[in-house]
């Protein structure tokens, strides 16, 4: 069975400043998907960043990008020059290859302040 | 294109009660999925439909149910409610082949259930 793992909670960056947030997952299949959501007050869970564990290059989204470190499963997410706009929980999740379902974390909130 | 359409946003229902919750994916996906989303447990998999059939489901009871309609809409439904089933619900929409890595997945905004 699939498992992931945020170990941080909440955290907190300044405005223009860059943070990084962890997450390991736990799986016996060769090939899944890794994903970063979003979660804003307004509930919609927005996807941030997606990588499929063949590639070892790592995704880049604008400000956003991972580091993917599959023989450790590590899938942490940067953002760089961080906006008040991007306060909100942030969810890892994983997905099988053949699977039909998302696996989450328990979520790591983040505020930027000014 | 629209989005993914939930309804309704609120709802209060008294223990014991039933409710159905339903679910307009995006235009042309065939796949929708459940999640509860609670403080304590965080967000778990109720189930999968695609193409009215459902094709996995998580760990709830079986008070939990859902079906799919030919137009891909879905619902889900609860039957004798419990305290502990407040929560968030929320659904994704996909075309549900092909690479997830290209078809991703398109949540609405949930269902806030309270029990009292």
């Known amino acids: 069975a699939q498992t992931v793992t945020q170990s941080q909670p909440e955290m907190s960056v300044q405005e223009a400043e860059t943070v990084t947030l962890s997450c390991t997952y736990d799986t016996s299949e060769n090939n899944y998907y890794l994903f970063w959501y979003k979660q804003p007050p307004s509930r919609q869970m927005i996807l941030v960043i997606r990588q499929e564990a063949y590639k070892q290059q790592n995704a880049t989204e604008n400000r956003f990008s991972v580091n993917f470190q599959k023989a450790a499963k590590s899938f942490s997410l940067k953002i760089s020059d961080s906006q008040l706009g991007d306060t909100a929980m942030y969810f890892c999740a994983s997905l099988e290859e053949y699977g039909n379902k998302l696996v989450f974390g328990a979520g790591t909130i983040l505020r930027v302040k000014s | 294109k629209a989005g993914v359409t939930q309804t309704p946003r609120y709802l209060i229902k008294t223990r014991g009660q039933q409710v159905t919750l339903s679910c307009s994916p995006i235009?042309?996906?065939?796949?929708v999925s459940w999640y509860q989303q609670t403080p304590g447990q965080g967000l778990q998999f109720l189930f999968e439909?695609?193409?009215?059939?459902?094709?996995n489901k998580g760990n709830f009871p079986g008070r939990f149910s859902g079906r799919q309609f030919s137009n891909s809409r879905s619902e889900m439904n609860v039957s004798t409610l419990e305290l502990g089933d407040s929560a968030l619900y929320l659904c994704?929409?996909?075309?549900?082949?092909?690479?997830?890595?290209?078809?991703?997945?398109?949540f609405g905004s949930g269902t806030r259930l309270t029990v009292v």
């Open positions: 439909y695609f193409s009215e059939t459902q094709r």
């Open positions: 994704a929409s996909s075309s549900g082949q092909g690479s997830p890595l290209n078809y991703g997945y398109t």
């Open positions: 235009s042309g996906h065939r796949s």
